[in-house]
């Protein structure tokens, strides 16, 4: 069983910033991609940003402005020039193998919210 668990978020103001962060923890796993998703009132969950063996890939939406990282098992998503439109439950993403079945698995944080007032 893989745990991923999320921290920072919150709100702020049109143009401010934010970062988030999310760990993996568990045991006889290799990670494949990290990523994080976004999932707005009334709209279905969207990539933001994923990276793989140090490729990232960004929504359009986003580029420029976001940036993501990652060590080991921590990803992190720093957030510029935020906009109202960004607003929505973040989603951190792990794309896993078992160590010894070699199963490809997904696994998803408990989201956190982000909030861009005007």
């Known amino acids: 069983q893989v745990q991923l668990v999320e921290s920072g978020g919150g709100s702020v103001q049109a143009g401010g910033s934010l970062r988030l962060s999310c760990t993996a923890s568990?045991?006889?796993?290799?990670?494949?991609?990290m990523g994080w998703y976004r999932q707005a009132p009334g709209k279905q969950r969207e990539l933001v940003a994923r990276?793989?063996?140090?490729t990232t890939n960004y929504a359009d939406s986003v580029k420029d402005r976001f940036t993501i990282a990652r060590a080991n098992a921590k990803v992190d998503l720093q957030m510029n020039s935020l906009k109202p439109e960004d607003t929505a439950v973040y989603y951190c993403?792990?794309?896993?193998?078992?160590?010894?079945?070699?199963?490809?698995?997904?696994?998803w944080g408990q989201g956190t919210q982000v909030t861009v007032s005007s």
């Open positions: 993403n792990a794309e896993i193998t078992k160590m010894i079945t070699f199963e490809r698995l997904n696994y």
């Open positions: 990276i793989e063996s140090g």
């Open positions: 568990g045991r006889l796993f290799n990670i494949n991609a």
